[in-house]
């Protein structure tokens, strides 16, 4: 019997393209503390559609129909959104951990 769980598919993606942006060429000078990475995957989040799940089978089903272009390039634009916002005006106390 298959385990039993509730995921956001469209957390999952967010989170992982958020670090992949945040580390590539264009944004190395952004912050990326955890605070920072944490604001801009909420504020991404907080634009997009949630896309739940209760079972692997159907998280591996809705993460392949997510992955198309025309949902990867919404989500990458509300990232990029998120990733200005926060750069602009960052919620981190002290220093940056860059």
């Known amino acids: 019997m298959e385990r039993l769980m509730l995921v956001n598919v469209t957390e ?21 503390c955890e605070q920072c990475i944490l604001d801009i995957t909420a ?6 559609a949630p896309r739940y799940v209760t079972s692997s089978q159907w998280r591996d089903t809705v993460f392949h129909e997510m992955n198309t272009p025309e949902h990867l390039e ?12 926060i750069g602009s005006n960052p919620h981190h106390r002290s220093e940056p951990n860059k």
């Open 43 to 48: 504020i991404a989040l907080n634009a997009l």
């Open 74 to 85: 919404e989500i990458n634009k509300q990232i990029i959104r998120a990733i200005h916002v």
């Open 12 to 32: 999952e993606i967010v989170q992982g393209l958020v670090k992949f942006l945040l580390y590539g060429n264009e944004y190395q000078t952004f912050c990326h």
